[in-house]
């Protein structure tokens, strides 16, 4: 796996199949078993303290004490990060209306995950790594928080998000990483998956009759099959009778997962 300067890139798949391990791996929050991990160039043995500045975390049980106010936070992250932007992190609390006086323990689950967000990329790390960091935002909240990720992304900086707010990863990531029982079963860059893969809906009498060399999954239905396929223009040009939905990321990891 690689995340690369200039991109943001997304980590996706079902509950419990090692996506926070994986993130944690990289941080160096647990040990790993094998591989090898590196950030910046070098194996994550031979961070340093000003290496680590150049990164920005936000995980879901995360954040500072419950007790602490924005006003509290502001001087520790001062001292903190070398590259505190207290400007910026201003112009973020004001932008998403966040009281400085009142406790953490106050703010709704949504102004908490904005909060993390803000702290996390105040001091411009060169990489976010992002646990679903989206998943306590409505709408509106969360098109705010996507559009500030976007913005700093340039070719210093990268993003490594994890999210199941599928929609969020299709408008904003690069490229897409699909785990599946601790491994990777996928990786593609976003606008091939939304443009090559498809999702055919056929009877039993086409399925038998059906071309599947470019055929990855299929899924038995009450109509017939669902079939996978990441040559959706194929059977689109040689089956124009049959239904070809477009795929999604859910698709994805919904057909892979439990596909035959």
């Known amino acids: 796996m690689s995340v690369e300067s200039g991109h943001i890139t997304g980590l996706v798949g079902r509950n419990g199949v090692g996506k926070t391990t994986l993130l944690k791996s990289i941080l160096g929050l647990i040990s790993v078993d094998s591989g090898c991990i590196s950030l910046f160039d070098k194996d994550i043995s031979g961070i340093t303290i000003q290496d680590k500045e150049q990164l920005g975390v936000v995980f879901v049980d995360s954040g500072f004490n419950d007790c602490l106010t924005v006003q509290d936070i502001i001087p520790i992250l001062d001292n903190l990060y070398v590259h505190f932007d207290k400007a910026y992190f201003m112009s973020q609390i004001d932008r998403f209306h966040l009281p400085m006086k009142k406790k953490i323990k106050e703010f709704s689950n949504g102004m908490k995950a904005q909060l993390k967000i803000i702290i996390a990329t105040s001091h411009h790390a060169r990489l976010l790594i992002l646990d679903e960091p989206t998943a306590s935002l409505d709408v509106i909240s969360r098109d705010e928080i996507l559009e ?83 040559q959706k223009q194929f059977y689109i040009e040689n089956y124009p009778d049959i239904v070809i939905e477009n795929s999604h990321i859910d698709d994805l990891i919904f057909m892979l997962a439990r596909g035959d």
């Open 148 to 230: 500030m990720l976007r913005v700093i992304v340039d070719e210093n900086h990268a993003i490594l998000i994890s999210s199941h707010v599928s929609s969020d990863l299709e408008n904003l990531c690069d490229d897409i990483y699909l785990m599946e029982q601790g491994h990777i079963i996928l990786h593609e860059d976003t606008d091939v998956i939304l443009s090559h893969y498809g999702l055919l809906k056929v009877t039993d009498n086409i399925y038998q009759t059906l071309d599947k060399s470019y055929i990855l999954k299929t899924r038995k239905e009450n109509y017939g099959y669902s079939c996978l396929t990441n």
